[in-house]
């Protein structure tokens, strides 16, 4: 450990880590364990804890800038490589990540940064996630769900319950592609055009918003956007959207008994992209999705800080309600003398500071490690 | 529950206790209708039907004959013979279930740890469902009704799911101990290794790996692993492996370690694929059958390569 900064910071968590009271994951003896530094996320790993009370040393004795497990359970959490371990199951972790959004404000702050509105959007992206397809479609009940913020900029989803331990690879992928929609077809969701009796035409018969699954989704979002005059969000021509706008309340009749051909359909690619973009679950690129649906990676501990914000990977009981920005914030309001090099306005508690170009600050605690973290200051010595 | 039912899945817990008990008569008959079964199911891919008149003692016979070619796989020490055997196996018991009652399959079910209910459809929880699902596009669990944890399906669906968890029933049982099994049925299995087909070689791709793209890379190590690969899978595959210039009949080799190989349909469909000049899928169709495993920042998984059989790399639009 050479930089003061390092030093600072670690022993900051130490102290908090001292009072604090970590939960450990279940079967911790089955858990492998990382731990990572000023340099790397994961600067170890392979290694195995016995109980909960060895956790509490190591965090106390170590300080660890970060902290994560596995996912899975193994007979032998320590040996190398992988395949000595013998895997004996995982729990499901989803990782919703604001940088995985592709928000237009990352233009603005790029990937170091949250901000508000993408906070807010990696929130309503994991409450969807939750309460529209865990809940409903999987059906998990709300005590089989774990969540906690991630500590900087998203949030993780904890599902520890026995019946999705034996999952392997191929099965938490296709979950990851029910999540996002991914593969889904047209014909599948009950669209099929019939031709009508003694006619040259035929009718599209379609799902109806009281069916399961996606195919409910759909109608629904679909009536929804009629009923909102919002057809367009889904590349409907604007023509064709108000000829159905003036007859919405029987277009919404008909599509609650499956008819669909009010809407028309011309541009079905478009439609189908926009409509099936908009009810997924983001969940990343390719590479993101296969780190979600892997089985053996390591998942930061909850309740344990972020060495890139020093904010706490919170718990959290009731979503709505949290504000990560106040909420995950743990350290106290003594001043602390840094010299900034760069950062952007940001909030944090209760105020707002910043921007900060190049200056010698006296900052609260809580914000000073925030931006040693980020490393854009240093300790400012006299 | 009757010997019929037995005699129909011969895999079940009932039918082994019948066999520990029962005794079978013409022990020559026996070794020849196993022998026939192996015969038929490794050689053909498929175990005939019983005739519907088999009275009790023929019944019986049937059921032992499952017992006793299990022991004649094993013998042939190889797990491309079991994964085949298994597969006719399966299929077997997936034709009876077929036009069997409710009340049986949902036996079948059961045994096989799969719990099902029925009202409008047959549902089966999610997690069976992953399991035991064919790896196909209309299979995939984003394009079915998933309500409550629940996968709601057609009977023929409900009994392919069946039919694949018979098949791994069969598969993790095999091999058995091949000590102490009698000479007369080691003698058996010899016979039928002579009248079976060579087990197939595995063919060498002769390509460097790094110039594959990552996605067909994963799907030729997935024909290896014999995992039974899906049907837009293996197609994908195929179409790349004629784009990168193979012969249709490297294609058609290339495929044949898979335990589910039938050359002359393989061969028909990659025929037809190079005549009609199909082209591989672009990386967004690979997306979205959920075959793309990385983010190559190019447009088809063709564009991935580099000068393969000498060619100059391929152009895409
Ligand atoms: S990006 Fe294209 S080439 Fe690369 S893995 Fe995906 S599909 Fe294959
Ligand atoms: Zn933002």
Same mark, same amino acid.
């Given at each position: 450990m050479t930089n003061p900064e390092e030093m600072y910071v670690r022993s900051k968590f130490r102290e908090h880590y001292e009072k604090a009271e970590v939960q450990a994951p279940g079967?911790?003896?089955?858990r492998e364990w990382g731990v990572g530094g000023w340099e790397r996320k994961i600067e170890a790993r392979h290694m195995r804890m016995a109980n909960p009370q060895e956790l509490g040393g190591r965090l106390v004795m170590d300080a660890p800038l970060f902290i994560s497990y596995s996912v899975a359970y193994y007979e032998f959490p320590d040996m190398r490589p992988m395949e000595r371990k013998n895997w004996l199951g995982a729990d499901l972790v989803f990782d919703l990540d $604001?940088?995985?959004?592709?928000?237009?404000c990352k233009n603005r702050h790029g990937s170091k940064w949250v901000c508000e509105e993408c906070l807010n959007a990696v929130k309503d992206e994991s409450i969807k996630l939750i309460e529209q397809f865990l809940i409903p479609d999987f059906g998990f009940s709300k005590k089989e769900i774990g969540l906690n913020f991630s500590g900087n900029r998203g949030y993780h989803i904890h599902v520890t319950d026995k019946s999705v331990r034996e999952l392997r690879a191929y099965a938490r992928r296709e979950i990851v592609d029910y999540l996002t929609g991914t593969g889904i077809d047209f014909n599948s969701m009950g669209f099929e055009w019939v031709p009508v009796p003694g006619r040259r035409e035929s009718k599209l018969l379609g799902p109806a918003?009281?069916?399961? $699954?996606w195919q409910g989704r759909i109608a629904q979002l679909v009536s929804k956007l009629v009923s909102e005059r919002k057809l367009e969000e889904v590349g409907v021509s604007e023509r064709d959207a108000r000829r159905v706008y003036k007859k919405s309340e029987q277009f919404l009749t008909s599509i609650r008994s499956g008819k669909w051909d009010a809407v028309k359909l011309d541009k079905k690619e478009l439609f189908w992209r926009d409509v099936v973009g908009k009810l997924g679950v983001k969940l990343g690129d390719r590479i993101d999705q296969n780190v979600t649906a892997d089985a053996s990676k390591l998942i930061r501990l909850p309740d344990s800080l972020h060495g890139e914000s020093a904010m706490l990977a919170k718990k959290i009981s009731s979503i709505d309600r949290f504000d990560p920005l106040k909420d995950a914030v743990v350290f106290g309001k003594q001043p602390v003398r840094i010299k900034i090099k760069k950062a952007p306005e940001f909030r944090l508690g209760e105020q707002t500071f910043g921007p900060f170009k190049d200056e010698e600050k006296e900052l609260p605690e809580y914000a000073a490690l925030f931006l040693l973290c980020k490393k854009e200051a240093v300790l400012w010595k006299s | 529950m009757e010997l019929s039912f037995y005699s129909k899945y011969p895999f079940t817990r009932g039918a082994k206790e019948l066999m520990s008990s029962a005794k079978v008569r013409d022990e020559f008959q026996l070794m020849g209708i196993a022998k026939r079964r192996v015969v038929d199911a490794i050689g053909k891919g498929k175990i005939p039907l019983m005739s519907v008149e088999l009275d009790d003692s023929q019944l019986l016979l049937q059921v032992a004959s499952y017992a006793v070619s299990r022991m004649i796989v094993s013998l042939l020490k190889s797990r491309y013979y079991v994964n085949r055997y298994a597969i006719a196996e399966a299929k077997r018991a997936s034709s009876y279930m077929a036009s069997d009652s409710d009340e049986n399959v949902l036996s079948v079910a059961r045994e096989l740890g799969v719990e099902c209910e029925i009202d409008n459809y047959y549902s089966v929880s999610f997690q069976d469902y992953l399991r035991y699902a064919p790896k196909s596009v209309d299979y995939k669990l984003v394009n079915r009704r998933l309500s409550r944890g629940r996968v709601m399906l057609r009977r023929d669906e409900f009994v392919r799911i069946l039919e694949e968890a018979v098949k791994l029933k069969i598969e993790s049982e095999l091999p058995l101990k091949t000590e102490g099994i009698p000479a007369d049925i080691n003698e058996a299995a010899e016979e039928v290794r002579r009248s079976i087909p060579k087990e197939p070689q595995p063919v060498a791709v002769s390509i460097e790996n790094g110039e594959f793209a990552p996605c067909m890379k994963k799907l030729l190590e997935d024909l290896k692993t014999v995992e039974n690969l899906s049907h837009t899978a293996r197609w994908a595959l195929a179409v790349y492996m004629l784009n990168i210039g193979m012969k249709v009949d490297e294609v058609v080799k290339l495929f044949s370690t898979s335990p589910d190989f039938d050359e002359s349909v393989t061969r028909y469909q990659v025929e037809h694929a190079a005549k009609r000049g199909y082209k591989t899928p672009s990386c967004a169709s690979m997306d979205s059958y959920g075959l793309c495993v990385s983010n190559c920042g190019v447009k088809s998984p063709l564009a991935y390569r580099r000068g393969v059989f000498g060619k100059s790399p391929a152009k895409h639009d």
């Open positions: 079967e911790i003896e089955k $604001a940088d995985h959004l592709e928000l237009p918003p009281t069916d399961p $699954a | -």
